[in-house]
């Protein structure tokens, strides 16, 4: 990295020297931008190097030069966050001699303003004397509880809140509620002081409740006085990040910095360029960077991902929808410029223009095949992503086949066989609809269909409306396209989920839960955020199984327990396999056929509670039991508490039927029958109880779907004479995205245990 680094800093300097040269022939406002950009680009990469080198060799160094600075940074910001929590009570307290409408506006006026923690979670809520709510603003993880404390600190295993506390006239009490420290399970913690903490300075916060932090000179104490008097309210532990973690977030912004400085180059030199083969140079450039993962990852994960879209045809162009559609704006533009230039009509350029056309169709099929959609569901931006990819490709080929055969000059009437031609994509992408079948798609002679609706486009037209006409066929081709890509991996992943169930074994679970058990926790985990977060460091918790874990004595009492599922292992089975002589032997892993499929159970004795040894009665026994991945299986309730609401729907319905009598047997293939707009497979188990129906759901949805997703089409008054432009929906809200996505003095008291009191 080095190297490059240098290599880009003399680049910069070069491009800086060249301002200075007065024969040059680019433009002169724009040159010194490029100089600029290129400049900062090298500064960031020597910066970006030079950082990484000293995290190598000088870690130590590195880490300890952190903690004077971060623990005077830590007491400001505890500090303000104590002071907020008092300011959002004296609000409530004010708020609580008004009516009660009155009073909700007042806290939320209160929220919005006058705030010295800015983007930190804060909630207020006044509480009647019998502790029922009475007015609340904000956010609050959790009911405020009765108490009398001016000052609290409520820890549970997933958060930590400051709590200011002022009694109002009634005898009820306002609350002040700041949001210290989210657990790392925690999806939305970004707010917390401890993540923003983490954020400007690199360390992370870690609090105990008092008395249970370990005796280190690196944990401070915070108390509402002075900790002598043993108030102490939390301590707190600065958490320098591992080394390979420091490298890691470095290069991470290196490359967000490196990034941005080469797009701001890159587009300062197509101004700078002069028009020709150096403007044509810095284009093709561009769409190379774009398509390499360095610049493409730090736009868009899902864009630029293989796992949602690849082709292997193009190399690195089709590796990704941001790849492809990188190239087809490229394209988009020679085709552009070729059309405007305004060749002689020539029987060879008919031949060619002629390929184009036919390749047209059989180029988007192939495109479409590369689409995969996630398990999770598919948002209305990764499926945009795959149409305007695809669709951009397909019109570069159509733009450059009209360019071919426009002439020398620029019609200035419309041809009939515009219109046309966009009635008769209309058409056909709505007989596509009703010919496609689960097997196959679409028939082989339905690709001639798109014929004559890209022979219409070709007809020589004025710009603006030769380039709508080639837009909408080729829109309308690549929703068609894409939607039929989308429904076929949901049938495959319909499929998959289907033949996870039953008595099919699985080797990568079991493989995965004995590497599980061959690391077991330390310490032992001994609540359920405990068990939680030693959990999602797992390979199983990436590839979303749906898991319960426990951890039991030796007799088989819980002691900690947490269910992320509702998998089929009931708490006496568990239980019983706890109990069996077999887990003084060590970890094993037990196979059980449970509904509806085989569960594997992780029976792992921890070290220090007696494992190994006779019966003791601590907590000595870990069990993890996973199940299929299936959505027949729903999470369970503190699953989704943890994990966030899934932001879109499943991309099928799967439901298990009641044993069925004899003589029904298994089946081995899942059979799809298409009924009107809706796709449905069928398959038989052999499970215990009986063989049971196994029932898939793919929704098509409507034609409406459709024609608002392929409705797209370049704006006639910005596209300008490179068309690759902003596309405009017909509609922002169509029943093909409601499909897809749901509905949508405080530092008094401050101690460390290196022996000093500090206060301000």
């Known amino acids: 990295m080095a190297g490059w680094a240098w290599v880009a800093g003399a680049a910069g300097l070069a491009a800086a020297l060249l301002v200075v040269v007065p024969r040059l022939t680019l433009r002169p406002v724009a040159v010194p931008g490029v100089a600029v950009a290129c400049l900062l680009l090298g500064v960031a990469l020597l910066a970006g190097a030079l950082q990484v080198q000293r995290i190598e060799c000088c870690w130590p160094e590195v880490r300890a030069r952190r903690f004077p600075q971060d623990s005077s940074e830590l007491k400001r910001a505890l500090a303000a966050a104590v002071a907020e929590a008092r300011r959002l009570a004296e609000r409530g307290v004010e708020a609580a001699l008004l009516p009660r409408e009155a009073a909700f506006a007042h806290l939320r006026e209160g929220m919005r303003s006058g705030t010295g923690t800015p983007g930190v979670e804060r909630g ?162 561009s769409a190379w960077c774009v398509a390499r993962a360095v610049v493409g990852s730090s736009l868009r994960v899902d864009l630029f991902s293989p796992a949602t879209f690849y082709r292997p045809a193009l190399g690195v162009f089709s590796e990704s929808a941001g790849s492809l559609a990188a190239l087809g704006v490229a394209a988009l533009l020679a085709a552009s410029a070729l059309w405007r230039r305004g060749l002689e009509r020539r029987s060879w350029s008919v031949a060619v223009a002629g390929l184009l056309v036919v390749a ?248 220090g509670g007696g494992g190994g040894g006779g019966g003791g009665g601590g907590a000595d026994v870990l069990t993890v039991g996973v199940g299929p991945r299936t959505h027949l299986i729903p999470a369970a309730r503190v699953a989704r508490f943890l994990q966030g609401a899934a932001s879109v729907q499943p991309p099928y319905q799967i439901n298990l039927s009641p044993p069925v009598p004899p003589p029904a047997a298994p089946t081995d293939k899942m059979v799809w029958t298409r009924t009107g707009w809706s796709v449905r497979g069928e398959r038989r188990l052999e499970l215990p109880g009986g063989v049971r129906h196994v029932h898939v759901t793919v929704d098509l949805r409507d034609p409406w779907a459709l024609l608002v997703r392929g409705g797209s089409r370049p704006s006639s008054r910005r596209c300008g004479p490179a068309i690759g432009c902003a596309w405009r929906r017909l509609s922002a809200r169509s029943s093909c995205c409601q499909y897809w996505r749901s509905p949508c003095g405080a530092s008094r008291g401050w101690a460390t245990r290196r022996g000093a009191a500090a206060t301000s």
Not at 216 to 234: E, K, Q, R, S
Not at 365 to 385: E, K, T
Not at 474 to 479: C, E, L, M, Q, R
Not at 576 to 590: F, H, N, Q, Y
């Open 124 to 285: 207020v809520a006044i509480l009647a004397a019998d502790g029922g709510a009475v007015a609340w603003a904000g956010r609050h993880r959790f009911v405020p509880a009765r108490d009398t404390a001016e000052l609290r600190a409520v820890i549970t295993p997933f958060y930590v809140a400051l709590e200011a506390r002022r009694q109002t006239q009634d005898g009820g009490t306002a609350v002040g509620t700041v949001l210290l420290d989210a657990a790392p399970a925690v999806p939305d913690r970004a707010r917390a002081v401890s993540a923003r903490f983490e954020d400007a300075h690199g360390v992370a916060l870690r609090f105990y409740a008092p008395g249970v932090a370990p005796h280190d000179a690196d944990v401070f104490d915070y108390c509402p006085v002075a900790c002598v008097y043993g108030d102490t309210l939390f301590s707190v532990r600065p958490v320098p990040p591992a080394q390979g973690d420091a490298k890691l977030a470095a290069l991470r912004g290196t490359t967000r910095q490196a990034s941005l400085a080469l797009v701001v180059a890159l587009l300062l030199a197509c101004f700078a360029a002069p028009a020709g083969r150096w403007r044509w140079l810095v284009v093709f450039v």
């Open 360 to 607: 047209a169709p059989y180029l988007v099929r192939y495109l479409g095949r590369g689409i995969a959609p996630p398990a999770a569901g598919v948002g209305f931006a990764l499926w945009m992503s795959w149409e305007a990819a695809v669709a951009v490709a397909a019109m570069s080929l159509v733009l450059a086949a009209a360019a071919l055969v426009r002439g020398a000059r620029e019609p200035e009437h419309i041809p009939w066989t515009l219109p046309a031609a966009c009635a008769w994509a209309t058409a056909a992408a709505l007989a596509g609809l009703w010919l496609w079948s689960p097997y196959g798609a679409w028939p082989e002679w339905y690709t001639f269909i798109w014929l004559p609706a890209l022979a219409g486009v070709l007809v020589p037209a004025p710009h603006r409306w030769a380039v709508l006409g080639i837009a909408t066929v080729a829109g309308t081709a690549a929703a068609l396209v894409t939607w039929g890509a989308a429904v076929e991996g949901r049938l495959v992943l319909g499929e998959r989920d289907a033949q996870a169930l039953g008595r099919a074994a699985d080797p990568a679970t079991a493989s995965l839960l004995e590497r599980l058990g061959n690391a077991p926790p330390s310490p032992p985990p001994h609540t359920a955020g405990e068990l939680y977060a030693w959990w999602l460091a797992s390979p199983l918790a990436t590839a979303d199984y749906p898991a319960s874990l426990a951890v039991w004595t030796r007799a088989g009492d819980p002691e900690a327990e947490i269910r992320l599922a509702s998998v089929d292992l009931p708490a006496s089975l568990v239980a019983a396999l706890v109990r069996s002589p077999e887990t003084a032997r060590g970890p094993r892993i037990e196979r059980l056929d449970r509904i509806p499929g085989v569960h594997y159970l992780l029976v792992l004795p921890l070290a």
